[in-house]
């Protein structure tokens, strides 16, 4: 029967069996997933395992310090971060297409860990053998690797991996949906700003922007980001979305009218939704004061965006991302 105590103590006789005493790594990219997969391989193996958070530069704001800080706190793991931005930015440079942007940021994700790996060993000595990942089954079933499902994203996690991949993969979440793997962290005693967090997709801030990746656009939708999630965190609706991507139309143009006249300026999508596990969604009926409050905010005190335009679009047929 289903528990979380039984699923714990069957991933981590599991893990115990697959790893041996070779060395994991894990990415950590600030979400849930990756918290609760790298939680469970560290109470398999302990010291084997060292993490690492690849600094790609699409994080949103804060993201990075509450990795460094609460994770380490709660797990006691090794974390290792990798400051990566410019080679990220450099890699997506003058791309727009979602597929291309998804498959270079699998890409250049797996190339950093190869070289984490290298000082890895030159450090401590023994192999790394495995790639940890906080693979859940929805993403498996949208990628094609579940029922045979048609791609519908190649989810860095999964169809975006290069073919000429050095490590084995763990990934103790493969059958989980996210409230299971929620109430599989909380058994495992991470903390509530973990466990309850919403999701975010791995390649981060660079699906979330139509149009080419730049590091002015990487800010200011940063901006618009930080500001939506404290007003809805303030108007405390965090528990009611799922999650709320904030994208910035890099490629789109609007007419406006701020200050002293004529603005040019680009748009801002909230995409509130609510959902259970994120193969379907619904649009958020979010309060209107909430919405005046984020549209309001984000125009004053995000320089170049004018507007700002609610997505009512359920998913199917919209997918949560726009990308
Ligand atoms: P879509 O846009 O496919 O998103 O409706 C479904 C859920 O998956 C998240 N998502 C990702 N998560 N790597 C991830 O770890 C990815 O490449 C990725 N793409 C989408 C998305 O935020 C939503 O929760």
Redesign the pocket.
């Known amino acids: 029967n289903w528990t979380t105590t039984n699923v714990v103590e069957e991933q981590v006789a599991a893990i115990r069996a697959q790893v041996g005493d070779k060395r994991a790594i894990c990415g950590l990219?600030g979400?849930v997933?990756s918290a609760v997969a790298a939680a469970l391989v560290q109470k398999a193996v302990g010291s084997q395992l060292t993490c690492v958070y690849v600094d790609h530069g699409l994080m949103r704001k804060g993201e990075t310090e509450q990795v460094e800080k609460d994770f380490v706190a709660a797990t006691g793991a090794k974390l290792k971060v990798v400051d990566a931005e410019k080679r990220f930015l450099d890699a997506l440079a003058g791309v727009s297409d979602p597929e291309e942007k998804?498959k270079i940021i699998g890409r250049e994700f797996i190339r950093v860990f190869e070289q984490a790996q290298l000082e890895i060993l030159q450090e401590e000595g023994p192999e790394v053998a495995f790639l940890v990942q906080?693979t859940l089954y929805?993403?498996v079933v949208?990628s094609g690797g579940g029922t045979g499902t048609a791609n519908?994203?190649?989810?860095?996690?999964v169809g975006?991996l290069p073919d000429d991949i050095e490590f084995q993969l763990v990934e103790p979440l493969r059958q989980l949906f996210k409230d299971e793997v929620r109430m599989v962290g909380q058994e495992l005693g991470l903390p509530e700003e973990i466990v309850q967090r919403q999701?975010?997709?791995?390649?981060g801030l660079g699906?979330r922007i139509v149009g080419d990746v730049t590091k002015d656009r990487l800010d200011l939708l940063r901006e618009a980001d930080a500001i939506a999630r404290e007003e809805l965190t303030a108007a405390g609706l965090d528990r009611d979305i799922?999650?709320c991507?904030v994208v910035l139309l890099a490629d789109v143009r609007s007419v406006g009218v701020q200050g002293d006249g004529r603005t040019y300026g680009h748009p801002i999508v909230l995409r509130p939704v609510s959902s259970e596990d994120?193969m379907t969604?619904d649009w958020s009926r979010l309060p209107y004061e909430t919405l005046a409050k984020i549209s309001t905010r984000i125009t004053n005190e995000v320089a170049d965006v004018n507007r700002v335009v609610l997505d009512v679009t359920s998913?199917p047929p919209g997918?949560?991302?726009w990308e």
Not at 152 to 157: D, R, T, V
């Open positions: 990219s979400g997933d998804r906080g929805p993403d949208e519908i994203k190649s989810h860095h996690n975006g999701p975010f997709p791995g390649p699906i799922w999650q991507p994120a969604a998913k997918t949560i991302e």
